[in-house]
């Protein structure tokens, strides 16, 4: 590979695979990750024969520790410009149905691949004091609130394991302190891709949804910009810093010695 090296995981379709179009595009050369080895190498061919790119296909499950340690393994190895940690799965259904196998295969996905990938990615991008990670996660991160009904899943692991995302990437970039090793989490809301096909929701209900090309490009637009929260379709920018603010405004009022009154009352 004699271009900057991207490694997109989840390539094989959607929000990856327009990442992997992207990136391909401003000259890049990749590795995509899925678990479909028949899409990752179209993917592949498409991309080196319109693109000039070179593209190492790297299949890998990562519900499992060895996809993780896979993936993670050729991290270290390659100086990687960008990572790209888009995996992911619904598991849409209220969590007393939720198997026990799916809910450690969402947090083995969205969090435990996420971290081990950009651990392994990382040190070597502070090295050599540049690069980039991306964590595409979602605006359900911020929906703890909001109940589950007509318009929302019930989705306990999948919003959680989301708001994980936002948190640990906002702290990680105090960590990295602005420097030329950058990270982002990307929030988008309903995608036009395979995600909520695949798990039998009847999508001629949703409202419109955003083309996943968009997302690719909203998101390596707002890296440029330094941004550490992306959220696509979000106008006012304004509205994340806000709710930054009133979560910052929580720790002062609460870091006291005393028990609220409410709890001392009787």
Known sequence: ?????????????????????????????LVVVARRRDRLEALAARLCAEQGAG?????????????????????????????????????????????????????AVHIRAVVQITRAALTGMVARDRGAIVNVASLLAYSGSVPSGQFLPFRAVYAGAKAFLLTFTQLLAGELGGGKVRVQVCLP??????????????????PPRMS???????????LALGEVVCV?????????????????????????PTLASRYRQG
């Open 189 to 206: 809301g309903l995608v036009k891709t395979e995600f909520h096909e695949v798990q039998g929701i009847d999508t001629t209900q949703m």
């Open 1 to 29: 590979m004699a271009r900057p090296i991207a490694l997109v995981t989840g390539a094989s379709a959607g929000i990856g695979e327009s990442f992997a179009n992207e990136l391909a595009r401003a000259g890049h050369d």
């Open 212 to 222: 996943p090309d968009d997302i690719a490009r909203a998101s390596l637009a707002g």
């Open 232 to 256: 696509p379709a979000l106008e006012d920018s304004g509205a994340v810093a806000r709710a930054d603010e009133a979560q910052r405004a929580v720790l002062p009022a609460a870091r006291m």
């Open 55 to 107: 593209v190492e296909v790297l299949v890998a499950d990562l519900a499992t520790a060895e996809g993780i340690e896979a993936v993670a393994a050729r991290a270290r190895a390659l100086p990687l410009d960008l990572v790209v940690n888009n995996a992911g799965f619904g598991g849409y259904r209220p969590f007393v149905e939720l198997e026990p196998k799916v809910a450690d295969e969402l947090v």
